[in-house]
């Protein structure tokens, strides 16, 4: 409030993590509670399940790789071209936000083998 800025009460909300309290704006208004927010593209939980965030960013890019089959099988381009398109992909859409978190080995090899696989299996 001292610089004039205020909280968007449509888009607040909060995770309880130690306790069962409420959370009250300025004016006492409530707080909405949730249990898995979504963050700029990423969703939150108290467990902070890092495997189910990098499951359901895999599950984001197979739809975009299957709204661009065709151009996977018709573009009049290079294969190399197609691989530097699906690279732009894959390392803005599935490490965006990754960069710092705590991946297990067990994810490591999930998402190089996710990477791996690519979209190409549509090209056929």
Excluded at 43 to 58: A, D
């Amino acid at each position: 409030m001292q610089y004039g800025l205020r909280l968007n009460r449509g888009k607040c909300c909060f995770i309880a993590m130690n306790g069962n309290n409420q959370v009250r704006f300025h004016d006492g208004v409530k707080l909405q509670r949730k249990t898995e927010p979504v963050f700029s593209g990423h969703h939150l939980s108290q467990s902070m399940n890092i495997r189910r965030e990098v499951k359901l960013k895999l599950q984001q890019i197979m739809q975009t790789w299957y709204k661009l089959s065709t151009f996977w099988r018709a573009a009049q381009c290079s294969m190399a071209w197609k691989i530097q398109v699906y690279d732009a992909i894959t390392q803005s859409e599935l490490l965006y936000g990754l960069e710092n978190a705590h991946l297990t080995q067990s994810v490591q090899k999930k998402i190089n083998a996710f990477q791996l696989k690519g979209p190409f299996q549509w090209a056929a």
